[in-house]
C-alpha cells in the first residue's frame, strides 16, 4: 500500500511542477481594462485618416442627408482636437477651444493632420494609464463632456472617436476605399 501511495505521488510530482511553471497572468487594473478598446479605436481611426488619400481629405458628401457635413479632414481634425479636450478635462486642465469647428490647432495637410491625429491618442494613451479605482469616479467638469467622473470622460471619449470613426468609414467608401480595419488579413 506503501509502494503504491509512494509511486502514486511520483507520478504526480511532473504534474505539479508543470502548473508552477506557468507566469502568472498580469492582474488587470482600471486603466488595462479599457486600454485595449481605446487602443482598437486608436488603430482603426489612424489607418483610415492614413487611407485616405491627400487630394481627397476635401472630400465632403454631398448626396442625402449630408448637408452641412464636415469635410475628411475637418473630421480628422475635430477628433483630434476632442481627444486633447476630454482627455485635458479628466487631467483638470483647460482643454482647446472650439473643438466643434476643428480647435486651435494650424494643422491643415493630410500629414500634419494624421500626425496631430496620432498625438492626440498618444497623449490619451498616457492619461488613460494614470486611471486607478481610487481616482476614476474623481468629478470631472468642462465644456466636452460636462459634468462627470474621469471613468465617464474616458467612456465618453471612446464613444466620441467611435462614432467619428463610423462616420470616416463612409466617406472611404463612398470614394472606393476598403477601411484597412475592414481588409482581409
Not at 36 to 53: G, K
Not at 90 to 95: L, Q, Y
Not at 140 to 148: E, K, L
Request: hydrophobic share 40%; proline share 9%; net charge neutral.
Amino acid at each position: 500500500m506503501r509502494v503504491a501511495f509512494l509511486l502514486a505521488a511520483i507520478l504526480c510530482l511532473p504534474l505539479a511542477a508543470a502548473g508552477q511553471d506557468k507566469p502568472a497572468a498580469p492582474a488587470a487594473t482600471m486603466a488595462s481594462t479599457i486600454e485595449p478598446w481605446w487602443t482598437v479605436i486608436t488603430t482603426s481611426f489612424v489607418s483610415a485618416a492614413e487611407a485616405m488619400p491627400a487630394d481627397n481629405y476635401d472630400f465632403r458628401p454631398k448626396d442625402g442627408a449630408f448637408a452641412n457635413a464636415r469635410t475628411f479632414a475637418e473630421q480628422v481634425k475635430h477628433v483630434a482636437c476632442a481627444n486633447y479636450g476630454f482627455f485635458n478635462e479628466i487631467e483638470k486642465k483647460t482643454p482647446p477651444p472650439k473643438c466643434d469647428t476643428g480647435g486651435p490647432s494650424p494643422a491643415r495637410t493630410k500629414d500634419e493632420l494624421v500626425k496631430y491625429l496620432k498625438d492626440s491618442f498618444d497623449y490619451a494613451h498616457g492619461v488613460l494609464k494614470q486611471l486607478t479605482p481610487s481616482n476614476a469616479l474623481d468629478p470631472v467638469n468642462g465644456p466636452y463632456g460636462g459634468a462627470s467622473t474621469r471613468l465617464g470622460i474616458i467612456t465618453l471619449a471612446v464613444w466620441h472617436a467611435s462614432d467619428h470613426y463610423g462616420q470616416i468609414v463612409v466617406y472611404l467608401r463612398m470614394n472606393n476605399i476598403v477601411p484597412p480595419a475592414s481588409q482581409p488579413r
